[in-house]
């Protein structure tokens, strides 16, 4: 039971699935799941999975660095 508090706690430490970017991940393991004898044929779906988590990280640091210990 305490896993399910401590993991509200951090929220950084969130799933996947939580993530803006998951319609992006699961397009790519479909394609990987089609093409699976031919990753290249997914590199779109790896690319823009790569920018959304991209642009995600950079808005969590922003958002970080806005962010006081002392206040």
């Not at 970017?21 to 779109?44: G, H, I, M, R, V």
């Amino acid at each position: 039971m305490e896993s399910s508090s401590s993991s509200s706690s951090y929220p950084s430490a969130s799933r996947i699935s939580d993530s803006n970017c998951y319609p992006q991940y699961s397009a790519s393991l479909k394609c990987l799941e089609e093409f699976s004898t031919d990753k290249s044929k997914c590199q779109e779906h790896f690319d823009v999975y790569k920018e959304c988590k991209k642009k995600e990280r950079e808005a969590r640091l922003e958002r970080n660095k806005n962010r006081s210990l002392f206040s």
